[in-house]
């Protein structure tokens, strides 16, 4: 049987997250492999608007912002559930992206960069200012999913640890199943059109301009939900989030792992997870090492680790 | 009338030192088409080396000095170690290299030096010179005539030194430079090491004002990308005037709206301009090569 990529990536990646578990030592590995799934998600988001439609975003964390304060303040000021308050945030991400984008995607390479640096600086400002409501830099709590409770009604039994990474999981599985069928789609196909050449893909009747919109908006709300269920595992979300240095993180991750794939990206999100926690014991040093990596990588390995990996062992095979 | 004053003196202090950051910018990206993210950690060192050859016993003028030369030389080495073997990268590529560099210098700085905020005495006293009822700071003069002075020698520099136009050359047409002669590597080192000096000296000269810590770099990278993207990157009179535009609107901001949000009104602008004019106030209108 000739299994298909988007088969093969679904399949790697399900094996990894049940599987891994089997080689944890601790309880603890449950909340880093949950952080990892988190930060796969938006990196999956980075795919489809960097490594498909070839457009950047220095920004992307603001949205994360969105979809983290959306389950911190929904559930209080509304009370609406917050599974509710995810959808709440991702929705609204969707519509400022929507908003915002048609103009700021009109800009190329720096000024694209620039635009949407702005974009998310002004999102982790009224976060930080606006201290009635969001409890300004010292964060706020941000209330119990509920939904681990509802399983134990059903007779299965997790711990906090255990829930929250095969939750994170599955959500990461169906955004990359999801990323991999548009990949595959007519809209996918295009987007990588554009990515090759925008005026070529304009002058065989694409529409540029509502294409690289689409994958704004998707790439939007993959950041929020990602948001989101950071701070509901954390149960506490502060505006770091939606900080300069997350939004450089999101890029990094995905460029790191190789941006045109989905399980690339995925893996560079593994890496610079774990890196923090390998290097707490030279903490020092922890800031040093990961300009270092990230300088590295991308003058040796250009098209990601991955991409670049995969090639040396087909390389070998011939 | 000597509040609005006050405020613009504060803008034209801070607008210099976005004006320098810029400018730094803009001679990186002309000759190389690198954005280079680490030119805030130019400023950084620029007053963390000042202040430790300083507290080290050295006058205040050698210590600057020496910060200036030492920050010079490591942009020559960022070119040489990690731009130059990455040519020909694509954008997404070189801002996570010089990210990289600016968070390598950051974290290489917390342990050299250390974590605490430094400042040290300005250069011409501290007495406030009363103008119209508003006061400046005899070190204000200084950032401003520095950036003017800066501003004034490149522009020379460009137009009427060989060198000069050597660079603005390549920055026009690589290939062509280089056909033409034009040593187009030694070009590229020469422009890091100008942008580091110049940063550096952005740094010296705000230091007494705005204090330095290992962390300030960011803060000025940001703010003076800013500027420049605000006046048309790669041309240097729009890295002047963007500098100086968004130091008058966050002083602005900070003195009639809200001082919590003076740097938010900068970015406001800027998505502001870029929505009606994609290239920046003073850039050319580019077309693509199909």
Known sequence: ?318 | MSELLQFLFSGVTIGAVYALVALGFTIIYNASDVVNFAQGEFVMLGGMITWFAHAAGLPLPLAALIAIAATACLGVAMNKLMIEPARGAPVVSLIIITIGASIFIEGAAQLVFDKQIHSFPAFSGDAPIRVGGATILPQSLWVTGGAIAVFVGLWLFFTRTLLGRAVLATSNNRLAAQLVGINTTFVMTLSFALSAAIGALAGVLATPITLTSYGVGIGFALKGFAGAMLGGMGNPKGALVGGFAIGMIEALTAGYLSSQYKDAAAFVVILAVLFFLPQGLFGRTSTDRV
Not at chain 1, 113 to 125: D, F, K, S, W
Not at chain 1, 185 to 192: E, I, K, N, V, Y
Not at chain 1, 249 to 276: N, R
Request: hydrophobic letters at 55%.
């Open chain 1, 1 to 318: 049987m000739k299994m298909t990529p988007k088969t093969a990536t679904l399949l790697v990646l399900a094996a990894l997250i049940a599987l891994t578990p089997f080689f944890f030592p601790s309880g603890y590995y449950y909340r880093v492999g949950a952080l990892l799934f988190v930060n796969g998600i938006a990196v999956t988001g980075m795919v489809i608007l960097t490594g498909y439609a070839g457009q950047i975003s220095l920004g992307h964390a603001g949205f994360a912002g969105i979809g983290a304060y959306a389950c911190a303040l929904a559930p209080v000021h509304w009370g609406l559930h917050p599974a509710l308050a995810v959808i709440l945030g991702a929705a609204i991400s969707a519509i400022l992206a929507f908003l915002v984008g048609r103009p700021i995607l009109r800009l190329k390479g720096y000024y694209l960069g620039v635009a949407t640096l702005g974009l998310g600086i002004l999102v982790a400002m009224v976060l930080n200012n606006e201290r009635q409501l969001t409890g300004g830099p010292d964060g706020m709590a941000v209330p119990e999913l509920g939904l681990r409770a509802l399983l134990k009604g059903w007779g299965l039994t997790l711990s906090n640890g255990e829930f929250w990474y095969f939750f994170c999981g599955l959500v990461l599985l169906v955004g990359a199943w999801l990323a991999l069928n548009l990949y595959a789609s007519p809209t996918g196909r295009a987007l990588r059109a554009l990515h090759g050449s925008e005026v070529a893909a304009r002058t065989v009747g694409i529409d540029v301009a509502r294409l690289k919109l689409q994958a704004f908006v998707i790439s939007a709300v993959y950041a929020s939900v990602s948001g989101s269920l950071l701070a509901l595992q954390n149960k506490f979300v502060t505006p770091d989030v939606a900080g300069f240095m997350h939004s450089i993180e999101m890029v990094t991750m995905a460029v790191l792992g190789g941006v045109g794939s989905v399980l690339g990206a995925i893996f560079g999100a593994g890496i610079l997870t774990l890196l923090p926690q390998v290097l707490t014991v030279f903490a020092e040093y922890e800031q040093m090492v990961l300009g270092l990596v990230m300088v590295l990588v991308m003058i040796f390995l250009r098209e990601g680790l991955l991409p670049s990996v995969l090639r040396k062992f087909r390389g070998k095979d011939e």
